[in-house]
Every structure is written in C-alpha cells, then in structure tokens.
C-alpha cells in the first residue's frame, strides 16, 4: 500500500473524498443525528485541510458539541462516545449501502483523525494502487494502540515531498479479548520464585506456569537527563508491586525477586521463562523542571508481545503524591474487572480444551459469559460457576461468581421472584465472604446482596470492607456509587466515580450514566444533562432505560418540559408498562424521603404512575 501525506492529494482527490462523505451523510446511519454529521464533517474537512493536528478531544468538544473551554475530557466522555458511535456507523454504512463505494472512510480507535482508503483509482491523476492517508499524531486523549508499519513507498506525485520523511504508521485498532471480571482462584501471594514453584516441578525438571496469573514487576527505569529521579522510579515499582497485591487474581513476584534485571537490557520472554510468570510489567520515569512523565507496558512473556502501554504525565506538587497517583492508575487499568490482564486471559483461555479445565478455568469462563449480560449467557455462567463449585467447594470465587449472576437476574429484571433470587445471592456471597474474609471481591458482592434485602447499614459496612481492601479497583468504585446514591450520600458518590473515572479513563459508559445519577439526586440537575446526554442515543435503545428516568428528571427540575416529554415517550415505545412505581420497585433507597424525592422528579417530567 502506499502513503499519501495529506498535503499530496490532489484537488480531484479532494473533491472525490468530499463525495464520498456527503454520499454517507445522506445515509440511513446518518441521517437521525445531525451531531454525527457534524462530527464526520468535521474531521475530515480538517484533515483536508491539512489541520489534523487540531483533532483533539478538546478541540472537537468545543467546535463540534458546542461546549464551553471549561470542557474536561476527563470527566465528560462525550467526544470517545460520539466517536465509538460514528466508528460503529462508518462499518454500518460500509457493510451495507457502501459495499462498493470507491473511497472508505473509517475512525480507528485510538485517535481522532479518520483513515481515507482509496479502494480504487478516484481519479486520473491517482494512483491506480490501493492508497491510504494515516497520521503518526495520536490523540492525548486517547490510549494508545500498538502500531503496524506501512510501506513508504512513495506515489509519483509525492516522491519528491516524502523524500527524507520517515514511514508513516496506521494506527490498528486494538483487538480486545471479551471482559472478564473477577478472574481468579484462590487467594494472592507475593513470594520467591523458587520458594513458589518448587512444588510444581514436573518429572522432566521443567517448571509450570501457575494457573491463574503470575506477573513480575521489573525495575522502573531512570531516564531522566540528569539521572537523578532513580529514587523515585524505585518506589513506583515497589508500590506498584503492591498495588497489583490487591488484586487476588494475580501472582505477583516479590521485588527481591526482579532486582538482578536493573539497569540491564532484558529479553522479557527470558524473563518470563526465569521467573515462571506470564506477564511482565515495565517502565521508565524521565523528570524535566517542573514536570514528570512515566511510561509503563504489559507484555505476554510467553510470546513478547505488548498487550498495553500507556504515559502518565504530572507537574512535580509532590513526589509521594506522584507516586501514589501513578501506581494506583496502572493498578487500575491492569486488574479489576476490566483489566488488561483480565482481557488476556480470555483470550489465552478461547484456545484451551475444556475437557482439561480446572476450577479456575470454569470461572474465568463464567465471567466471560457473565459480562455478556444476555439472559442465556447468564444462565450459562451459572452452569460454569456451579461447576467450579464441585470441583473445588472451597474456592470462594465460584460463590462470588453465582452471587452476580442472582445480581443480573435482578438488575435485567429476569426473574419472577424477587425475594429467592436476592436470597440466594445473599447465601453465595456469604459463603464467599466465609472461605476468604480477604478477598474483596467476595464483600462487594455481599454488599449489594444486603443492599437490596433492605439491609443498608450492612451493605454500607461491606463495600467500605471492599474498598479498603483494594482501593484499586475502579470498577468497585463506580458501581458502589449506587449504594452511596440510595444512601442519601450522592454527593461523596460524585467524589467516588470521579475517582474511577480517573483511575480508569477508558472506563465503560455506564460510569458516565452513575455520575449523571449522582448529580441529579445531588440537586445538581443541570450537570446531571450535561454528564448524560453524550452517552444518550438518537433514538435512545433497550440498554440505556435504566437511566432514561434521571435524563427526564434533570430535565423537567431545569424547566426544559419539551426535552422532558420527549426523554418519556422514548421510554415508553422502549417499554410500554413502565411506571414510576415500576422505578420505586427497582431502586432500594434507604428512606421514604429520598424516594419521594427521586418520584415526585419523575412524576414532574410526565411519566405515568
């Protein structure tokens, strides 16, 4: 394929891209969403023109989604929800109405500036070859994704232009495995690699890979000019070893054990071979006045292949402070139930016999189908867990697995008897909670088992257990965001998925729509819409009615009724029956005030008793 830098295209070339978009704004995916239209045309006429260094987040907020230079990327997800949309959209288009057009025009994940494909020759000063326009930018705002090299190969018109230019990168979107969840066996140890595996030490003197997984932290390197930051690099990697401990799914080697790779050049797969661990996470800090970056990655050791990598730059306010922030956020991204290494996982275990699965391996499975969230695959991940049961009864994850899958029961409204189902989450989640007081996976769980049998005090104890056993995990935080809304704590909610948000900021959109939540019943309704509506379709679907209630609420509380109205027939032509009653049944708040409060806001936007 060859690279066209942008300022190559000739002026037909131009003309013939600009066909193709009005061709796909004038689409069936298009045409509901005059946002989208703008949002495509934005990108491209920018990077026409030559601009696409300016297709950032910020930018596009500002320009596209009219919003104020206030705009935080960090906390309104607006610009990555309306991106996954147009990306989901431009493939829509293409696998339909567009099969056959000329020029595909598509958005990678991971930046902001679309990928131009001339699928044949547009015009008669092209190339007859395949072409395609990429961008070494990558938005900052956006993680980043591995990279495939392009061939430089220069087209005639561009030669001499290209002529010293170093090859171009397309940046791929990155393949992810299903989400697992909490992927784990047992409980988690930090210890000596040969203290650890000695046990498991086959006839042949070879050593095996545990079964769930096994990660060595190496030395942080000090990149800094003046190399003087080593401190600093060392208490990364010491507290990140530490913050990796709260996970229970991972085995992660002791820093005595990774010591003998610093200041060396190291072959990970060699590494992994040594320490008999699967991952190996790394890095480099590099500090310059005022300011301090840090990079990390994860990479499969058995393979070599990088799984993730992603910087962290901060000003130098203080160095514990630094450290602690950073070591939390790539504790966060790594484990919990989103985590990278989760995702890896899943994908190792696709392509393992299930005749010669272990405990462990049924609950990773469960957890696959689990966070499906389909009906079938939940009655399937109960199968799976229930397996894991016989096969060891002791193993506290399997409990926990079962008890979220009551939990789904409950939250999708897939059982005819409330009480049974909450009973027998409540029973799994005990158990777990008895096997392994430690793990803080089993009191999550107990937590909203107690939530929603009415038990608010017991359920509060139990996610502050979870969370201080693992502040880590950002998902925790979120979610425990509707135990502190039906409370009466919405505004510590707000602090608490603002901290997830920042923890994991590729988070999934259902964080946005527990932020907006806690904004109206905070009293903060113009927030509320302004956190929600970004991740509200035109017309809203099936799995956005949960929160479709406190849009309309924040609505009417601001005196917009047209929008209010509006938001209510959406629900209603989702689901004809839904009621306010129907709301009060579904959410445990913990006073008749703080229902009456959320009902009588319903009941102002219109929706039926």
């Known amino acids: 394929m060859t690279v066209i830098l942008t300022n190559c295209w000739s002026e037909s070339d131009r003309e013939a891209i600009r066909d193709q978009m009005d061709r796909i704004l004038k689409s069936g995916p298009f045409q509901q969403s005059r946002r989208r239209q703008r949002f495509l045309e934005y990108i491209v006429d920018e990077t026409l023109a030559g601009r696409s260094e300016r297709l950032k987040g910020y930018n596009i907020a500002i320009v596209v989604f009219d919003r104020t230079d206030t705009f935080d990327s960090n906390i309104n997800p607006i610009v990555r929800a309306e991106a996954a949309r147009l990306r989901d959209r431009l493939r829509e288009y293409y696998d339909g109405d567009g099969q056959g057009d000329p020029i595909r025009i598509s958005l990678p994940k991971g930046t902001y500036i679309p990928h131009i494909e001339f699928r044949q020759a547009a015009t008669a000063d092209a190339s007859p070859e395949v072409r395609n326009v990429a961008s070494q930018y990558q938005s900052p705002d956006l993680p980043e994704t591995p990279a495939a090299i392009v061939n430089d190969q220069a087209s005639p018109a561009c ?87 709260k996970f229970p799914e991972f085995m992660v080697m002791a820093r005595n054990s990774t010591l003998a790779y610093k200041d060396k050049p190291t072959d990970i797969r060699q590494v992994g071979k040594h320490l008999n661990v699967r991952y190996v996470v790394d890095g480099t800090i590099q500090r310059s006045d005022q300011n301090v970056r840090v990079t990390a990655q994860l990479t499969d050791a058995s393979t070599g292949r990088q799984l993730w990598a992603d910087r962290y730059d901060r000003e130098v306010t203080g160095i514990f402070a630094i450290r602690d ?55 399937a991940a109960r199968g ?140 903060m309704p113009r927030e509320a819409i302004e956190t929600l509506e970004p991740v509200i379709d035109e017309p809203p679907i099936k799995d956005q009615l949960w929160y479709l209630p406190t849009l309309a ?7 917009r009724m047209d929008d209010a109205h509006k938001i209510v027939k959406g629900i209603l032509s989702l689901e004809p029956e839904f009621s306010i009653a129907d709301v009060a049944s579904r959410n445990p708040y913990k006073t008749k005030e703080l229902v009456d409060r959320y009902m009588n806001a319903l009941r102002l936007a219109g929706l039926p008793e």
């Not at 000019?225 to 070893?241: C, F, M, R, V």
């Not at 609420?553 to 005196?559: D, F």
């Open 384 to 523: 799976l867990f229930e397996q894991a049961k016989r096969i060891d009864p002791s193993y506290s994850r399997a409990y926990t697995g079962l008890g979220w899958t009551y939990a789904q029961d409950i939250y999708s409204q897939w059982t005819d008897d409330f009480d049974k189902t909450v009973k027998l989450a409540l029973e799994n989640a005990s158990t777990a909670v008895r096997l392994d007081p430690n793990d803080y996976s089993a009191h999550w769980i107990l937590g909203w088992a107690s939530l929603y049998s009415g038990e608010h005090e017991k359920a509060l104890a139990s996610y502050l257990r979870a969370r201080n056993l693992n502040p880590n995990d950002a998902e925790l935080l979120a979610e425990m965001g509707g135990l502190l809304i039906f409370v009466g704590q919405p505004k510590q909610a707000i602090d608490q998925v603002k901290e997830a948000i920042r923890l994991n900021p590729n988070h999934e959109p259902w964080y946005t729509c527990f932020l907006g939540w806690a904004y109206e019943n905070a009293g």
């Open 159 to 245: 030669a001499r232009s290209e002529r010293g230019v170093r090859r171009q990168i397309v940046v791929p979107a990155l393949v992810l495995a299903a989400l697992l969840a909490i992927a784990a066996a047992g409980a988690f140890y930090v210890r000596q690699p040969l203290a650890f595996w000695a046990p498991l030490i086959g006839d042949a003197g070879g050593l095996l890979l545990p079964e769930n997984p096994a990660i060595a932290v190496l030395p942080f390197d000090d990149m800094s000019a003046t190399g003087d930051q080593q401190y600093l690099a060392d208490g990364i990697t010491e507290e990140l070893i530490t913050g990796l401990a």
């Open 553 to 559: 609420a924040a609505y009417a509380e601001v005196g």
């Open 325 to 379: 922030d950073i070591t939390r956020s790539v504790a966060g991204v790594l484990g919990g139930l989103q985590g990278k290494v989760g995702k890896a996982e899943a994908a190792r275990l696709s392509a393992k016999n299930p005749n010669s699965f272990t405990a462990y391996d049924y609950v990773m499975k469960g957890w696959y189908e689990l966070y499906k969230y389909e009906r079938g695959p939940n009655m």
